[in-house]
């Protein structure tokens, strides 16, 4: 069974963000940029379906800059067998990043198709979603357990609720939660090995897909700076601020 699993590159989870002087945007200037979390979870789930001799290849991918080759060879170094990036060069919304991996998911066919259920940067939660509407394949979202059975996935969901197991035919989508495994660290003999796993780049147009934007961005601001909190004394007093000051009683 071949996995495909999609990584994206965002801003480091440890670096404060800065919003340009003319608010069109995120200052990426000299900024630390890393593997999305929820993107690692996925690979590591890839990984380890091939170490339990389930999955016989895991490919990567991702849509982007040349920049993104960085991330790709993070992903290789975790455990995938080669990566494909196709290259774009303006700002993607979900849908473009969707029509883009639908015609990779064309092109290479796998059986399963993992996903971070969301991006620390634009927190859309959409992609998954999308990329199994434009295939039609089946999709578990919200992963917390993956098992393979044959011809069939079961898959736990994270739900309001508590727990949902869903069993999925394949070829499927699967987008992963916090809790479905812990990614591993990349050993540096694994570093080195994936320098030499291959990489194919490949452009939209090639591909024939057009990436171009729905979505036009206004206007980027940073969130308003809190005011301090205070202490109070008592019981009293602070039921007296709740109720007179914030009035939220």
């Known amino acids: 069974m071949k996995v495909m699993t999609a990584v994206k590159r965002v801003v480091d989870f440890n670096v404060k963000v800065r919003v340009k002087a003319d608010n069109t945007g995120v200052d990426l200037a000299n900024v630390k940029m890393a593997l999305n979390p929820f993107c690692e979870i996925a690979v590591e789930e890839a990984v380890r379906l091939k170490e339990q001799g389930i999955a016989t290849e895991v490919v990567v991918v991702s849509v982007g800059p040349a920049g993104v080759q960085e991330q790709?060879?993070?992903?290789?170094?975790?455990?995938?067998?080669?990566?494909?990036?196709?290259?774009?060069?303006?700002?993607?919304?979900?849908?473009?990043?969707?029509?883009?991996?639908?015609?990779?998911?064309?092109?290479?066919?796998?059986?399963?198709?993992?996903?971070?259920?969301?991006?620390?940067?634009?927190?859309?939660?959409?992609?998954?979603?999308?990329?199994?509407?434009?295939?039609?394949?089946?999709?578990?979202?919200?992963?917390?357990?993956?098992?393979?059975?044959?011809?069939?996935?079961?898959?736990?969901?994270?739900?309001?609720?508590?727990?949902?197991?869903?069993?999925?035919?394949?070829?499927?989508?699967?987008?992963?939660?916090?809790?479905?495994?812990?990614?591993?660290?990349?050993?540096?003999?694994?570093?080195?090995?994936?320098?030499?796993?291959?990489l194919e780049t490949v452009t939209a147009d090639a591909l024939g897909v057009s990436l171009a934007s729905t979505n036009k961005t206004l206007k980027v601001e940073a969130p308003a700076a809190r005011s301090a909190g205070i202490k109070v004394k008592s019981v009293a007093e602070l039921v007296e601020k709740l109720k007179n000051e914030a009035k939220v009683i």
């Open 72 to 198: 790709l060879r993070t992903a290789l170094a975790l455990g995938a067998d080669r990566a494909i990036l196709v290259e774009a060069a303006d700002e993607l919304n979900a849908l473009a990043v969707a029509k883009a991996l639908k015609a990779v998911v064309d092109k290479e066919q796998p059986q399963l198709v993992i996903l971070g259920k969301q991006a620390i940067d634009s927190d859309n939660n959409q992609t998954g979603q999308m990329l199994a509407a434009l295939t039609g394949f089946a999709q578990g979202t919200f992963a917390s357990k993956v098992q393979v059975a044959g011809d069939t996935l079961n898959v736990t969901r994270e739900i309001d609720g508590g727990l949902q197991t869903v069993a999925l035919n394949l070829p499927a989508i699967v987008t992963t939660d916090l809790r479905l495994n812990e990614p591993r660290y990349a050993s540096l003999p694994n570093i080195m090995k994936a320098k030499k796993k291959p």
